[in-house]
């Protein structure tokens, strides 16, 4: 008998602490709003907020674990190299455009990202820049490749 009621007891514990994950100990997860800093970035014929992943964390988080985004906003990924970027979509959940720029700030080649997909996607060039978006916008907002954007000053990684 003691031995029934300390395993349903055990089993209670275990199901309780998945239950109820206390918030202290979520871990990598952001809400939809990010601790990031913005910059406001004309990308066509609209205006984006865009959050800036400048560090190697938050360009690998990314825009993990979201349900939503607004239409007018994306995350600028900002690279110390001008070179050929890969990205996939791993936990990540919303359909996406991704805008890949050069260093001059010209688009090299745009893409259309499935939610959690695994595959790589790459730049068709050397990007010191990616900017994530909902799928659509891109071509909704008038981007296309070889399109000049005029990158915020200050904008490095770190």
Partial sequence: ???????????????????????????????????LPTVRMQLGGDTFTLEVANTEAARQYGLMHRDSMPSDHGMLFVFSEE???????????????????DAAGKVVSIHQMKPYDLRSTRSDGPAKYAIEINQGRAKEAGVKPGDQLKIPQGIEAR
Avoid: H, Y
Wanted: hydrophobic share 50%; charged share 20%; aromatic share 12%.
């Fill in 83 to 101: 070179q050929r970027q890969s990205f996939w979509m791993k936990n990540t959940r919303i359909p996406l455009d991704i805008i890949f720029v």
């Fill in 1 to 35: 008998m003691k031995t029934a009621l300390f395993i349903a007891l055990a089993f209670g514990v275990i199901v309780a602490s998945f239950v109820f994950e206390p918030a202290g100990c979520r871990r990598n997860r952001r809400s939809s709003q990010s601790d």
